[in-house]
């Protein structure tokens, strides 16, 4: 399984994604499910991955030995709008579809991949997308200013709780990291590193790109105090009126 | 969906179940998926259920026609040990699935049962047991001192973080509650009123015995202190180091 996690906040964008890859228990492996494509004062787009191993670095892949193309249908760095952005990805993850769709189904597997794709154009604004295997996506609005893909469940309540679309990009960084420790204690198969990209709003470029290690004395420190406090508000927490019948 | 919970502590049992079902979003229902046997000062037997309704409710529907039998393989009330109690409730889910299995795949449906099943009978240890659909069945450790069925990831985390065998009681019922709260906000399928039954070891009875509406002052205090200490925590945390770099 995996986590990733977009935040499309007024202030900016953030990503994040684990990096465990499992094929079953006994065959787990690290590998980068998050890829930024960025030219310089003209735009950044990052897209993270979940599903399908094979499915989802064929897409990447396509979409990097295409770079180089000035034909919009093609190239992330010729498209003229977001929008059009995630009609490439879309398209890319069909075009994976004709190649290997039928193979998978026989071989009993599923063809399986979501995608997260955000980022900003000049003079344009942010907008934050999600792929889904048929290649059709929606897009994040003021409403649900985030995107999860993969193992999602466990790291949703305190998104629900504290981010809106006026969150800080430094404060909605720190929810998805306290997103992922509540994910990260409940399931094996999401594990750091940590990818972590922030963008603030109209800079196209990105201010953070950090990878996270388990070892990281921040990452440490944060599950720590947000352990030790969760147990601290809930020792607080009032008794309730049937206590006195036990 | 569904959400129930079950816990074994050494101080006693908790159990919490929904009361939400739904057969897609447009067919949503009230209906109680806990139940207690208790044969005073001999037993206290509670089962929660997750699963397709018409299947979980023939299984109770048996166990409650054959109370009054005194054959050890068909009452509750005639088990010599929650052993048998767990064996006679997963013999139950088999009959059902004679009855109804091939009809159910027949219409496209899975056969689809989940059960906790939790007590203690006189002069016998208290156990807790997740029966499954094929009438086999786990039971709970000093390790993994709880069960949960249904729609259980939203609300591990909370669990995982403060619940061990030394919980007191109260204190374990909280953490059901707050673990029912961070599945109720993320999850529509998961919904009030709560059943809510404590056992306190070596009673034989429940000393607390009640439903919680939506509406509950208790419920509605602890949700909004939850939630608000939560923020407040968060608020709290501390910066990460890259932060400067934005």
């Known amino acids: 399984m995996t986590y990733c996690l977009g935040m499309r906040l007024n202030a900016g964008m953030v990503f994040v994604a684990d990096s465990r890859t499992n094929a079953g228990v006994d065959s787990v492996a690290t590998f980068r499910k998050c890829f930024v494509f960025d ?13 399908n191993l094979a499915v989802t670095q064929s897409v990447i892949s396509l979409l990097e030995d295409r770079l180089g193309s000035s034909d919009p249908e093609r190239s992330l760095y010729a498209c003229e709008s977001m929008y059009e952005v995630a009609r490439l990805v879309g398209r890319t993850v069909r075009e994976v579809y004709v190649q290997d769709g039928e193979h998978l189904k026989e071989h009993g597997a599923d063809f399986n991949a979501s995608l997260i794709v955000g980022g900003q154009i000049r003079n344009r604004r942010m907008r934050l997308f999600n792929v889904y295997s048929a290649g059709n996506f929606i897009e994040a609005t003021d409403d649900t200013p985030y995107m999860q893909i993969g193992e999602t469940k466990y790291g949703k309540p305190i998104i629900e709780r504290v981010l809106t679309p006026q969150t800080p ?7 998805a990291l306290v997103s992922f420790d509540s ?8 594990a750091p590193p940590l990818d972590l990209v922030i963008c603030p709003v109209d800079t196209l470029r990105a201010s953070v790109r950090t990878r996270i290690n388990d070892n990281d004395p921040y990452w440490q420190g944060l599950r720590k105090r947000w352990g030790e406090g969760l147990r601290n508000l809930f020792s607080k927490l009032p008794d309730p009126s049937w206590a006195q019948e036990e």
């Open 169 to 175: 990009l430094i404060e909605a960084a720190k929810c």
């Open 39 to 51: 030219d310089p004062d003209d735009r950044i787009i990052v897209i993270l991955t979940a599903g």
């Open 183 to 190: 994910t990260i204690k409940g399931n094996l198969s999401v």
